[in-house]
């Protein structure tokens, strides 16, 4: 395999070639909608959707390559590529990838093609738009994991917002307007103040080495010597950028109206990937270009503090919803808050756990939000109350169900665990109260998880609506696109090494980083205090 | 000779500034602002004597864009005249936020 | 941290025990054919496109899954028999029978290795999670403790499997309930064979799920599904403990593996803060799994599962499973003697409690759910004293009695269904006072069950009497020399908190004797209350059924003599203990300050005398104060009035948890935090505030705007004057 790589230059042209190619496919989706505009709605959504599913087969089975052809040990950016953009600004168009990229641009991938059958039968009106944007939407989360230049990073930030906005807007439900602007407002507030820290990193820069320079490897480097400038600002521009989109608690209220608005591709992509952009730009940006504002004490224990409110208050609130979409989106947040209590708790073992969670979040709760919109698409409801006893009538939805559910409980054995376990071993050392705090949430997340199944898969069958839904259980195609989802559920619980393999090199790295910088900065505080 | 000038070019002015602000009928307006223009006029005359032709070149391009102005200004009232019966201007507020 | 003790070198490791990993793979081997086999019926994949319209009319065609649950809730039916239930019947007994097997030839094994087995075998199978410094991988470790429990988990695991073929085979589900059970027993096995507290930690998690499955196994009624759910729950907050306890062990030893946690314990302090807090933590989480106070709620609600699965999970296995990391974790308790006697008077004190509310239910599952909570607080005495061998054999001779109890009231269940299905009649099958004179219609059954119920009451020579009486010598033997008779708990003396623990004990066995006697009485003595049309459909229930009672009765009467007290004993006195020395042996010596406890002839003979009074007494008291023929049936019954109320609700503690702490969080949650916090004071004061305050600004600058070209010339003028005025005044 190797050898096979290196004989076609993979690692040489594959990044830009992933960011490009399902721009082609977007582009190819519009041309065949002005020509297809004569034929019916049925027949566009046919031929939009397949051009779609083949274009994300294609770009996950370019991006396998990936697995083999990266170097995960190595220090050096893998399959890195570098063109020259704004030379006079110094911005380049620089991507490439270590373990930790390399994780989630393959999460991405393979997740997309997911989404596209998840949107199979459920969009309906402007399908050619629906899956270009899609399209548009995938290029503009890879450039966010690929990007090694900050200013490309934010405009594959921007870029990424914009489909999503209009996916929810346009394709969602009832209260799709509000929950669009709010989704696209949050996002836009952290973004902002984001580039002008970016600018601000950029103009330190220059008058360092006196030239313009937005690469992510001057910034690193420059964060070595010490903190710049405004550091604190800087810090937290981009924290709060990520936070919102984490989201961190309290800036976690889009998500809830956001998850429940969007169709099931967009929950679907915006519980896997794009929460987990924020947690990425902790882990890429936030700290490592700040290491001793992030591990100052106070701000620390602010970080701890709110990740571990979240995972216990995400799960109480969750515990409350009588909206399966609104659950899961609040059990997102208590998820979520598991990585952030890994990122600062900064032990290899707790940043290993939080990147474990971020990808078995990615695919628990992306199975479930299709399930959601499998019995959606069959009840057109998402309340609770309206299910009950169809473990009886669709009994292969109710194996699919319950399987993701104990995965997303984190019950050892699947994916779920494997994370939380990591995270909360790997914290208590250094933290130990706040993992303490933190694990009581294994009790609620039982509680409403098993509560919400329970309301959906067992109780009588007593409501007519789902009495009917005998002989409508899942069909093949949903079958066939849970099937991929649940093996990695049983294989990542029961063999997570090839993943912690993977990621195990760039996060004691970036342990090792933060940890020096914050051993400086303490001899030089208790230096300066000896004087 | 110039201090009258500049003095009937600031009385022409503030009528019509006086002019614009209190009356309602656009017409009325429209007048009143060429007379503001060709107060301006005056003074860029009066005022070439001192620092050569530069303002009476300037004086030529206000008249073009006056009467540029005029034209369109007077079709945009008859429009509205045609589409509301008045040319009131109180009962123009299009613009209101 | 897993290489301390390498496989190779091991005497065992040249012996069959090299393949111990197959007799879990046997189970999961059965669980994934039996999953498959209940999938392939139920699956009947949908249209391709969910969302087209439907007629009613097809929406029912050809299927064969049918829950049909009848509206008491007894659990015996026959909604017709799933079309795989002959491979199933093969397959989920089978690889149980086979796993006992090899777990036999392995014990051979072990034996035929005799004393040369001091170290534990560790087989190491692949990398679970490695990542910095922690390292766990998938290892088994076999030793004399783990080899007691598989046997005890395959053997009574495969008696039950077959009952279960009879019990169970008209049901719909059947090959979903062989699925759950194999993977119970992989999950079980997997508890006791794991080399380190995360792989148990597994198991412990696994067997909560299953038990899950299994209790809420005909979900069609509420009741049954939140049994599950409230099993799991409870157990989460019991898990919660064993994860603190391992993130302590991590945090200080560095390691999670028994070998690890054996060598790292010589280091710490003996009664220190540290080692007796991971204590407390591993006991809260076995006080979830065994059902102890105050988690053992969900025990007697658990009893909404099967029959067979109550005798299995809810008696002979799973809810052991506490005693048994106890049991494990010998090393550390006997170095926490505060931990110790917590865990021993809170067994006591369920022992006691939960024999209160056996003496009033009127279900016969539910007398022995709460027997079951019982006697496992004497496990935990047992092991709480340091006696841990004694725990362990109370916990063999229990699985052996209390398996065969509830299997003996599963074929008094289903005899009593077949009974009520034949009439059609519709009365609950498990109430006792609706039972009565059994004896005449189900000999074998009624006879069986009775040895069970001399050995749980502590008559000699059955096995029950053997280990309770280990049990409550071990008890008093330490309040004399002894760590824990040194320590003192809450400020009070060991010594006087071991002698109240005794004192517990003994009240415990006394009611025990009564409910059981009570029990007894009810259901087989006495005049039949079924009514005259159900009374010529009561028989005993097919051979694939009693042929396990049986077994376990032979069993039950027997079991004690496998670890017969040396008074008695002479050569053959105390296998088990010897047994599992190599284990537990060092922790029971640092408890009996490195001597082995001796109690005189005389006083041991006086501790047997007392026990046996007192189970005779109450036997004795039960026999002759409570009189089955005064009894009428449910349908005639008065309700009951003061304390017998109250015990019959369980002290109301299910009312005041829920009081306490289910409504609370629940009201908390959705007024304060959701309603209030969420969507009031962050989405409504902060996000749309702010969107609020963008709006109103916006609307106060658009008044500027009137449309008036007249009031913007005004301004236009009088920003001229302004910006003149500045300049002339500047």
Same mark, same amino acid.
């Given at each position: 395999?190797?050898?096979?790589l290196?004989?076609?230059?993979?690692n040489?042209?594959?990044?830009?070639?992933?960011?490009?190619?399902?721009?082609?496919?977007?582009?190819?989706?519009?041309?065949?909608?002005r020509?297809?505009?004569?034929?019916?709605?049925v027949?566009?959504?046919?031929?939009?959707?397949?051009?779609?599913?083949?274009?994300?087969?294609?770009?996950?089975?370019?991006s396998?390559?990936?697995w083999?052809?990266?170097?995960?040990?190595?220090?050096?950016?893998?399959?890195a590529?570098?063109l020259?953009?704004?030379?006079?600004?110094?911005?380049r168009?620089?991507?490439?990838?270590?373990?930790?990229?390399?994780?989630?641009v393959?999460l991405t991938?393979?997740?997309?093609?997911?989404?596209v059958?998840?949107s199979?039968?459920?969009?309906r009106?402007?399908?050619?738009s629906?899956?270009a944007l899609?399209?548009v939407?995938?290029t503009?989360?890879?450039?966010?994991?690929?990007a090694?230049?900050?200013?490309l990073?934010y405009?594959?930030?921007?870029?990424?917002?914009?489909?999503?906005?209009?996916?929810?807007?346009?394709?969602?439900?009832q209260?799709?307007?509000y929950?669009?602007?709010?989704?696209?407002?949050?996002?836009?507030?952290?973004?902002?103040?984001?580039?002008?820290?970016?600018i601000w990193?950029?103009?330190v820069?220059?008058?360092?080495?006196?030239?313009?320079?937005?690469s992510?490897?001057t910034a690193?480097?420059?964060?070595r010597?010490g903190?710049?400038?405004?550091?604190?600002w800087?810090f937290l521009?981009?924290a709060l950028?990520f936070a919102?989109?984490?989201?961190?608690w309290?800036?976690?209220?889009w998500?809830?109206?956001a998850h429940?608005e969007?169709p099931?591709?967009?929950?679907?992509?915006?519980?896997a990937?794009?929460?987990?952009?924020?947690?990425?730009?902790?882990?890429?940006?936030?700290v490592?270009?700040?290491?001793?504002?992030?591990?100052?004490?106070?701000?620390?224990?602010?970080f701890?503090?709110?990740?571990v409110i979240?995972?216990?208050?995400?799960?109480?609130v969750a515990?409350?919803?009588?909206d399966f979409k609104k659950l899961?989106?609040y059990?997102?947040?208590?998820?979520?808050?598991?990585?952030m209590?890994?990122?600062?708790?900064?032990?290899v073992e707790?940043?290993q756990?939080?990147?474990?969670?971020?990808i078995?979040?990615?695919?628990?709760?992306?199975?479930?939000?299709?399930?959601?919109?499998m019995i959606?698409?069959?009840?057109?409801?998402?309340?609770?109350?309206?299910?009950g006893?169809?473990?009886?009538?669709?009994p292969?939805?109710?194996v699919?169900?319950?399987?993701?559910?104990?995965?997303?409980i984190?019950?050892?054995?699947?994916?779920?665990?494997?994370?939380?376990f990591?995270?909360?071993i790997?914290?208590?050392?250094t933290?130990?109260?706040?993992?303490?705090v933190?694990?009581t949430?294994?009790?609620?997340?039982?509680?409403?998880?098993l509560?919400?199944?329970?309301r959906i898969?067992?109780?009588?069958l007593?409501?007519?609506e789902n009495q009917?839904?005998?002989?409508?259980?899942?069909n093949?195609?949903e079958l066939?696109?849970?099937?991929?989802?649940?093996?990695a559920?049983?294989?990542?619980?029961v063999?997570?090494?090839?993943?912690?393999?993977k990621?195990?090199?760039a996060?004691?790295?970036l342990?090792?980083?933060?940890?020096?910088?914050?051993m400086?900065?303490?001899?030089a505080?208790?230096?300066?205090?000896?004087? | 000779?110039?201090?009258?000038?500049?003095?009937? =070019?600031?009385?022409l002015?503030?009528?019509?500034?006086?002019?614009?602000?209190?009356?309602?009928?656009?017409?009325?307006l429209f007048?009143?602002?060429?007379?503001?223009?060709?107060a301006v006029n005056? =003074?860029?005359?009066?005022?070439?004597?001192?620092?050569?032709?530069?303002?009476?070149?300037f004086?030529?391009?206000?008249?073009?864009?006056?009467?540029?102005?005029?034209a369109v200004?007077?079709a945009?009232?008859i429009a509205?005249?045609?589409?509301?019966?008045?040319?009131?201007?109180?009962?123009?507020n299009?613009?209101?936020? | 941290?897993?290489?301390?003790?390498?496989?190779?070198?091991?005497?065992l490791s040249d012996t069959?025990?090299?393949?111990?990993?197959l007799?879990?793979?046997?189970?999961?081997?059965?669980?994934?054919?039996?999953g498959?086999?209940?999938?392939?019926?139920?699956?009947?994949?949908?249209?391709?496109?969910?969302?087209?319209?439907?007629?009613?009319?097809?929406?029912?065609?050809?299927h064969?899954?049918?829950?049909?649950?009848?509206?008491?809730?007894?659990?015996?039916?026959?909604?017709?028999?799933?079309?795989?239930a002959?491979?199933?019947?093969?397959?989920?007994?089978?690889?149980?029978?086979?796993?006992?097997?090899?777990?036999?030839?392995?014990?051979?094994?072990?034996r035929?290795?005799?004393e040369?087995?001091?170290?534990?075998?560790?087989l190491?199978?692949?990398?679970?999670i490695?990542?910095?410094?922690?390292q766990?991988?998938v290892?088994l470790?076999l030793?004399?403790?783990s080899?007691v429990?598989?046997?005890?988990?395959?053997?009574?695991?495969?008696?039950?499997h077959l009952?279960?073929?009879?019990?169970?085979q008209?049901?719909?589900?059947?090959?979903?309930?062989?699925?759950?059970?194999?993977?119970?027993?992989?999950?079980?096995?997997?508890?006791?064979?794991g080399?380190?507290?995360?792989?148990?930690?597994?198991?412990?998690?696994?067997?909560?799920?299953?038990?899950?499955?299994?209790?809420?196994?005909?979900?069609?009624?509420e009741?049954?599904?939140?049994a599950g759910?409230?099993?799991?729950?409870?157990?989460?907050?019991?898990d919660?403990?064993f994860?603190?306890?391992m993130?302590?062990?991590f945090?200080?030893?560095?390691?999670l593996?028994?070998?690890?946690?054996?060598?790292?314990?010589?280091g710490?302090?003996?009664?220190?803060a540290?080692?007796t807090?991971i204590?407390?933590?591993?006991f809260?989480?076995?006080t979830g799994?065994?059902?102890?106070?105050?988690?053992?709620?969900w025990?007697p609600?658990?009893?909404?599962?099967?029959?067979?699965?109550s005798?299995?999970?809810?008696?002979?296995t799973?809810?052991?499973?506490?005693?048994?990391?106890?049991?494990?974790?010998?090393?550390?308790?006997?170095?926490a003697?505060?931990?110790?006697?917590?865990?021993?008077v809170v067994?006591?004190?369920?022992?006691?409690f939960?024999a209160?509310?056996?003496?009033?239910?009127?279900d016969i599952k539910?007398?022995?759910?709460?027997?079951?909570?019982?006697?496992?607080?004497?496990?935990?005495?047992?092991?709480?004293?340091g006696?841990?061998?004694?725990?362990?054999?109370?916990?063999?001779?229990h699985a052996?009695?209390?398996?065969?109890l509830?299997l003996?009231?599963?074929?008094?269940?289903?005899?009593?269904?077949q009974?009520y299905?034949?009439?059609?009649?519709h009365?609950?099958a498990?109430?006792?006072?609706?039972?009565?004179g059994?004896r005449?219609?189900?000999?074998?059954?009624s006879?069986?069950?009775?040895?069970a119920t001399?050995?749980?009451?502590?008559?000699p020579?059955?096995?029950?009497?053997?280990?309770?009486d280990?049990i409550?010598?071990?008890?008093?033997?330490?309040?004399?020399?002894?760590t824990?008779?040194e320590a003192?708990?809450?400020g009070?003396p060991?010594s006087v908190?071991?002698y109240?623990?005794?004192?517990?004990?003994?009240?415990?066995?006394?009611?025990?004797?009564?409910?059981?006697?009570?029990?007894?009485?009810?259901?087989?003595?006495?005049p039949?209350?079924?009514g005259?049309?159900?009374q010529?459909?009561?028989?005993e229930?097919?051979?694939?059924?009693t042929?396990?009672l049986?077994?376990?009765?032979?069993?039950s009467a027997?079991?004690?003599?496998l670890?017969?007290?040396?008074?008695f004993?002479g050569?053959?006195?105390?296998?088990?203990?010897?047994?599992?020395?190599?284990v537990?042996?060092?922790?029971?010596l640092?408890?009996?300050?490195?001597?082995?406890?001796?109690?005189s002839?005389?006083?041991?003979?006086?501790?047997?005398?007392?026990?046996?009074?007192?189970?005779?007494?109450?036997?004795?008291?039960?026999?002759?104060?409570?009189?089955?023929?005064?009894?009428?049936p449910?349908?005639?019954s008065p309700a009951e009035?003061g304390?017998?109320r109250?015990l019959?609700?369980?002290w109301?503690v299910?009312?005041?948890?829920d009081?306490?702490?289910?409504q609370?969080?629940?009201?908390?949650?959705?007024t304060?935090?959701?309603?209030?916090?969420d969507?009031?004071?962050?989405?409504?004061l902060?996000v749309?505030?702010?969107g609020f305050?963008?709006?109103?600004?916006?609307?106060?600058?658009?008044?500027?705007?009137?449309?008036r070209?007249?009031t913007?010339?005004?301004v236009?003028?009088?920003?001229a004057?302004?910006?003149?005025?500045?300049?002339?005044?500047?």
């Open positions: 395999m190797h050898a096979f290196d004989g076609i230059g993979y040489g042209w594959i990044l830009p070639v992933l960011l490009l190619f399902p721009l082609l496919g977007a582009l190819v989706l519009v041309a065949d909608a020509r297809f505009s004569t034929g019916t709605a027949e566009a959504m046919g031929r939009s959707r397949s051009i779609a599913l083949w274009v994300c087969l294609a770009e996950a089975l370019l396998l390559g990936l083999w052809s990266v170097d995960v040990s190595s220090a050096a950016w893998q399959a590529v570098t020259p953009w704004i030379p006079q600004w110094g911005v168009f620089a991507v490439g990838l270590d373990g930790i990229a390399l994780m989630l393959l991938t393979c997740l997309m093609p997911l989404a059958l998840g199979w039968t459920s969009i009106e402007r399908t050619h629906f899956y899609l399209l939407l995938t503009g989360m890879l450039g966010v994991f690929m090694l230049d900050l200013v990073f405009v594959m930030w921007e870029v990424m917002l914009i489909p999503m906005y209009l996916i929810i807007g346009i394709w969602g439900g209260r799709r307007l929950a669009s602007v709010k989704f696209f407002l949050y996002t836009m507030v952290g973004s902002l103040l984001m580039l002008v820290a970016i990193i950029g103009m820069v220059r008058r360092v080495t006196g030239a313009p320079d937005f992510y490897d690193l480097q420059l964060a010597l903190p710049i400038p405004g550091a604190f800087a521009a981009f950028a919102v989109k984490v989201p961190m309290p800036f976690h209220t998500l809830p109206d429940v969007a099931t591709a967009g929950s679907v992509i915006l519980a990937i794009m929460l987990k952009m924020g947690t990425f730009g902790f882990v890429r940006f936030a490592p270009l700040f290491p001793e504002i992030a591990m100052a004490p106070a701000v620390r224990s602010v701890l503090a709110l990740a979240g995972i216990v208050y995400g799960a109480l515990l409350v919803q009588p899961v989106a059990s997102s947040v208590s998820h979520l808050g598991f990585v209590l890994g990122i600062f708790a900064m032990t707790a940043m756990g939080a990147l474990m969670v971020t078995s979040h990615g695919i628990s709760t992306g199975a479930l939000f299709l399930l959601i919109g959606y698409e069959r009840r057109h409801t998402r309340l609770l109350a309206d299910y006893g169809l473990a009886s009538v669709m292969l939805f109710a699919a169900l319950t399987i993701v559910a104990l995965s997303s984190g019950v050892p054995g699947t994916n779920g665990f494997v994370g939380e990591l995270v909360l790997g914290s208590f050392p933290q130990p109260w706040y993992a303490v933190a694990a949430s294994v009790i609620i997340a039982a509680a409403y998880l509560w919400a199944v329970q898969l067992y109780n009588p007593t409501n007519p009917a839904l005998r002989g409508r259980d899942l093949w195609r066939g696109l849970l099937a991929p989802l649940l093996l559920i049983v294989w990542l619980g063999y997570p090494k090839p993943v912690l393999q990621t195990e090199a996060a004691s790295r342990v090792q980083q933060v940890e020096s910088a914050r400086s900065q303490q001899r505080q208790t230096g300066g205090g000896a004087r | 000779m110039l201090a009258e000038s500049l003095a009937l =070019s600031a009385v002015f503030t009528i019509g500034v006086v002019g614009v602000l209190t009356r309602r009928n656009a017409i009325i007048m009143c602002v060429e007379l503001m223009l060709n005056l =003074s860029f005359v009066a005022l070439s004597t001192l620092y050569g032709a530069t303002g009476q070149v004086v030529i391009f206000v008249m073009t864009v006056a009467a540029a102005e005029a200004g007077l945009i009232i509205i005249f045609r589409h509301r019966q008045t040319v009131h201007l109180d009962d123009i299009l613009l209101k936020g | 941290m897993h290489t301390d003790l390498s496989a190779s070198g091991h005497p069959v025990a090299a393949l111990a990993w007799i879990l793979l046997l189970p999961l081997l059965g669980f994934v054919a039996n498959l086999l209940s999938l392939t019926a139920a699956a009947h994949p949908g249209p391709a496109d969910p969302s087209a319209d439907h007629g009613h009319g097809d929406a029912s065609h050809g064969a899954h049918t829950i049909g649950h009848a509206a008491d809730h007894d659990d015996a039916h026959h909604a017709g028999r799933h079309p795989a002959k491979w199933v019947s093969l397959i989920g007994p089978g690889v149980l029978a086979v796993a006992f097997g090899f777990a036999l030839v392995t014990f051979l094994a072990m035929g290795a005799g040369a087995i001091h170290a534990p075998y560790v190491t199978l692949f990398d679970w490695p990542t910095g410094a922690l766990i991988p290892a470790q030793d004399q403790l080899m429990m598989v046997l005890i988990i395959t053997g009574i695991g495969t008696l039950i009952f279960s073929v009879g019990y169970m008209d049901d719909p589900g059947y090959p979903r309930y062989f699925a759950y059970l194999n993977l119970f027993v992989f999950f079980m096995l997997l508890l006791v064979l080399a380190s507290y995360p792989l148990m930690f597994i198991g412990w998690e696994g067997v909560g799920l299953c038990s899950y499955l299994l209790i809420g196994f005909w979900f069609s009624e009741a049954n599904a939140n759910k409230k099993a799991f729950i409870v157990n989460r907050i019991g919660f403990g994860l603190v306890a993130f302590l062990l945090a200080n030893l560095g390691s593996s028994y070998t690890g946690v054996a060598a790292g314990a010589a710490l302090e003996m009664g220190g540290l080692v807090t204590c407390l933590f591993l809260l989480g076995a799994k065994s059902a102890q106070i105050p988690l053992y709620v025990l609600d658990a009893m909404a599962g099967p029959t067979p699965v005798a299995l999970i809810h008696a002979a799973m809810v052991t499973a506490g005693v048994y990391m106890i049991a494990r974790s010998a090393t550390l308790f006997s170095l003697p505060a931990a110790q006697l917590t865990v021993a067994g006591a004190l369920t022992a006691v939960a209160t509310i056996g003496l009033k239910q009127w539910k007398v022995l759910a709460y027997s079951t909570v019982s006697q496992l607080g004497y496990m935990f005495v047992g092991v709480g004293v006696a841990y061998t004694a725990g362990v054999f109370h916990l063999m001779t052996f009695f209390k398996a065969l509830f003996g009231s599963g074929s008094v269940i289903y005899a009593m269904h009974a299905h034949a009439t059609h009649a009365a609950d498990q109430d006792m006072r609706n039972m009565g059994l005449r219609y189900m000999p074998i059954t006879s069986l069950m009775w040895i001399l050995a749980i009451a502590g008559i020579p059955f096995s029950g009497f053997f280990s309770k280990e409550l010598a071990a008890v008093f033997a330490r309040t004399h020399h002894s824990l008779a003192t708990w809450l009070i060991g908190v071991l109240g623990v005794y004192a517990l004990g003994l009240a415990a066995a006394l009611m025990t004797a009564v409910y059981m006697t009570r029990m007894m009485l009810y259901t087989f003595h006495g039949n209350r079924t005259p049309a159900e010529g459909h009561l028989r229930a097919p051979w694939i059924m042929g396990p049986v077994v376990l009765g032979v069993l027997v079991g004690g003599f670890n017969l007290p040396a008074l004993g050569g053959m006195s105390e296998i088990l203990h010897h047994w599992l020395e190599p537990v042996g060092e922790g029971t640092r408890v009996t300050l490195g001597e082995a406890a001796h109690l002839h005389a006083t041991e003979y006086a501790l047997i005398g007392t026990a046996v009074a007192i189970a005779v007494i109450g036997i004795a008291v039960a026999w002759t104060r409570l009189k089955p023929a005064a009894l009428v449910v349908s005639e009035q304390l017998a109250t019959l609700n369980k109301y299910d009312e005041a948890y009081r306490v702490v289910v609370p969080t629940l009201g908390v949650s959705r304060v935090l959701w309603k209030g916090l969507t009031g004071i962050i989405d409504g902060f749309n505030g702010a305050l963008a709006r109103g600004l916006g609307w106060l600058g658009s008044q500027l705007q009137t449309g070209v007249g913007y010339a005004w236009l003028v009088l920003g004057v302004a910006v003149l005025a500045g300049f002339s005044f500047r």
